[in-house]
């Protein structure tokens, strides 16, 4: 005899959803799980963009104060995203744009921190257990990146596409964040690291710049799909 009882996740998801109608429209409404993760994150996004600009304003280091004009960056995208998305229509697309916009424009930010991790040798060091976490912490954003993707690329709006684009650039971003990390603890200082470091940093840097340009040439493309599902309706 079993001593752990076999759960069927259907079962539960129906039994919860029958429960409350807010879990019930997290199971069945695929754009309504999508954005309530995506905004899971804004309040610590917010925190940490605020302890690092003020931080490295204290200790007079650009490349912290750079670090958390990102961070700012990155919430303000969340931000508009999810509003434009509450309110669909002509608000979205613009809402779309603007976000694309942001997040090319942070490709710029991103290259400076980078030059300056190879220049300057700016980035901190941590201790070996905040290393740890940060790893922990981008393989999960690289994977829930990736499953927003797969879950949602049928879903054809704006608000999704540069959402998706959004989460899949931080999770490149935080990758180099954790390989600089690595480096400062296993590596030896050399400069064959800082290169290592700078052209994974560009390549970077270079998808952020291309993800927002693409977001915004693939609109035209939203736009048609949308009026052929509502022509068909």
Not at 71 to 81: H, Q
Not at 89 to 112: D, H, M, P, Q, W
Request: aromatic share 12%; hydrophobic share 45%; glycine share 6%.
């Amino acid at each position: 005899m079993s001593v752990i009882k076999r759960i069927d996740i259907k079962e539960e998801k129906k039994r919860l959803s029958r429960k409350n109608k807010v879990l019930e429209r997290y199971f069945s409404d695929q754009k309504f799980h999508f954005f309530l993760l995506f905004s899971v994150s804004i309040p610590v996004n917010i925190l940490y963009a605020l302890i690092k600009t003020i931080y490295g304003v204290v200790i007079n280091s650009h490349w912290i104060i750079e670090n958390g004009i990102y961070y700012i960056l990155l919430t303000l995208m969340r931000l508009i995203v999810i509003e434009g998305a509450k309110k669909g229509g002509k608000k979205e697309f613009v809402a779309t744009r603007i976000s694309s916009f942001i997040l090319s424009l942070s490709s710029a930010l991103y290259l400076f921190m980078v030059l300056e991790m190879y220049y300057n040798a700016s980035a901190p060091s941590y201790p070996g257990f905040v290393v740890y976490a940060a790893a922990l912490y981008s393989f999960i954003k690289v994977g829930t990146a990736i499953k927003g993707y797969s879950s949602t690329r049928k879903i054809k709006t704006p608000a999704i596409k540069v959402a998706n684009a959004i989460k899949i650039s931080h999770a490149f971003v935080s990758l180099i964040f954790l390989e600089s990390g690595m480096l400062n603890i296993f590596g030896n200082g050399g400069k064959d690291e800082r290169i290592l470091l700078l052209v994974s940093g560009i390549v970077v840097a270079v998808f952020l710049l291309f993800s927002g340009v693409e977001v915004c040439r693939n609109l035209k493309d939203v736009t048609s799909s949308i009026s052929m599902e509502t022509k068909k309706k």
